[in-house]
Every structure is written in structure tokens, then in C-alpha cells.
């Protein structure tokens, strides 16, 4: 059974980090680009950053590049995700949510990734 599940979120102040993780289960993950999206209320979900299955490559939203880093440790039938954010903004309140697809370079549209967690709450307060 492939599941991917995420954690990690919660309460943070403005200018503070967190650290997300996400497990995927499930040997194909180790061959997958997997990444991170989020969605705010009221907003559509959008891309955050993603990695490539050998973690040779990354990629970032211009809006949170220098600031977050995201990485990668397969075994052999897990892929362990991890997203470090720094400096954080209450704007970035959100659900996040680990995601893999099968291609590269990663697509930044949410509907062509295959492989969906559940998400995590990062509450970003002022």
C-alpha cells in the first residue's frame, strides 16, 4: 500500500522556523520527484518546492527560495522527505501537503502530481 504522510506542522511566530517532514511508503517513491505544496483558505494549492528522486536536483518557488530547503533520504522501499523553512510569514499559514509525481523537471501545477499526504497546519501568527 503507497501512503504518504506528513507532519511536523503547527504553531510558529512570525520570523521563526519549522521543519516538515513526510514518509512516503512505497518502493516506487524512491523513483519519484516528490515535493511540497500548500493551500491557504480560500486559495488555490501551489507549488513550493520539489526534489528529484536521487536528490541531485531542487527546485523553488521564487517566493521562498533562500529561505526553505528541501531534501530527501530514500530506503529501500521509503522515501523520507524533509522541509526545513526559515523566517517564516504569516502569510504562509497553511496546509502543506508532500506530493510525488513521476517526471522531471517537476511540474508547479498541483493536477499533474499523482501521489497525495493528507497535510499539515502551519499556523503562522503575527
Not at 522531471?104 to 493528507?118: E, F, H, I, Q, V
Request: net charge neutral; aromatic share 12%; proline share 4%.
Amino acid at each position: 500500500q503507497v501512503q504518504l504522510v506528513e507532519s511536523g506542522g503547527g504553531p510558529v511566530q512570525a520570523g521563526g522556523s519549522l521543519r516538515l517532514s513526510c514518509t512516503a511508503s512505497g518502493r516506487i517513491f524512491t523513483t519519484y520527484t516528490m515535493g511540497w505544496f500548500r493551500q491557504a483558505p480560500g486559495k488555490e494549492r501551489e507549488f513550493v518546492a520539489a526534489i528529484s528522486w536521487n536528490a541531485g536536483n531542487t527546485y523553488y518557488a521564487d517566493s521562498v527560495k533562500d529561505r526553505f530547503t528541501i531534501s530527501r533520504d530514500n530506503n529501500k522501499n521509503t522515501a523520507h522527505l524533509q522541509l526545513q523553512m526559515i523566517t517564516l510569514k504569516p502569510e504562509e499559514t497553511a496546509v502543506y501537503y508532500c506530493a510525488a509525481e513521476s517526471v522531471l523537471p517537476p511540474s508547479t501545477d498541483n493536477a499533474d502530481w499523482d501521489y497525495w499526504g493528507r497535510g499539515t497546519q502551519v499556523t503562522v501568527s503575527s
